[in-house]
């Protein structure tokens, strides 16, 4: 017999579903968008390719907050603290100068 809990739907497929495929779907359309704008030699291109490489940047920092609130659900101490430090890590590398 299965409990509820093996059944319950995980913070991480969440993210994965709502978050990761939307996300890197723009970021193929916006790589498009910004190739056609780049060879029709538009300005906005590289505004374009500034805005997807952030977000390309940002969907794998989502999936360590999915890991993170994932795992303190479970109350697995040792991975929660381990995202924790990824993102403390990405954190550092972002904001300092």
């Not at 890991?67 to 381990?82: C, M, Q």
């Amino acid at each position: 017999m299965t409990s509820p809990e093996e059944h319950r739907p995980t913070v991480m497929a969440w993210v994965q579903v709502r978050i990761g495929r939307p996300g890197y779907v723009v970021a193929f359309a916006g790589l498009a968008a910004g190739s056609l704008l780049h060879f029709a030699r538009l300005t906005p291109a590289r505004f374009v390719f500034e805005l997807v490489f952030a977000l390309l940047l940002a969907l794998p920092a989502m999936n360590v907050i999915g890991v993170l609130l994932e795992e303190t659900r479970r109350r697995d101490w040792l991975f929660a603290g381990l995202a924790a430090v990824v993102l403390a890590i990405l954190a550092y590398r972002i904001f300092a100068t």
